[in-house]
């Protein structure tokens, strides 16, 4: 039976729930994809109660964001036209 999530042992019990689930092989319209989208729903919410990540400072994102393209911090300039774009961030 489903149940809002109250401590970290239930969060942990839905976590291993879902994941046994996504391991299954069912249909889309099937009580187990049901029961996968509530534990999803349950577990999400738990998670922002308990477990905030708090979003980037938009340096940090830039920084990131050149980091998965794989350029270096001096390309910054190329990106934004201007040397003296990067030095204003």
């Given at each position: 039976m489903l149940k809002v999530i109250k401590n970290d042992s239930e969060y942990e019990d839905a976590l291993a729930r879902a994941y046994e689930l996504i391991q299954g092989d069912f249909k889309a319209e099937s009580t187990e994809a049901d029961e996968?989208?509530?534990?999803?729903l349950l577990i999400e919410h738990y998670e922002k109660q308990h477990y905030p990540i708090s979003p980037p400072s938009p340096i940090a994102a830039i920084k990131?964001?050149?980091?998965?393209?794989?350029?270096?911090?001096?390309?910054?300039?190329?990106i934004l036209g201007a040397r003296s774009r990067q030095s204003e961030i």
């Open positions: 996968l989208e509530i534990l999803t990131f964001r050149l980091e998965q393209l794989g350029k270096p911090l001096s390309e910054l300039s190329e």
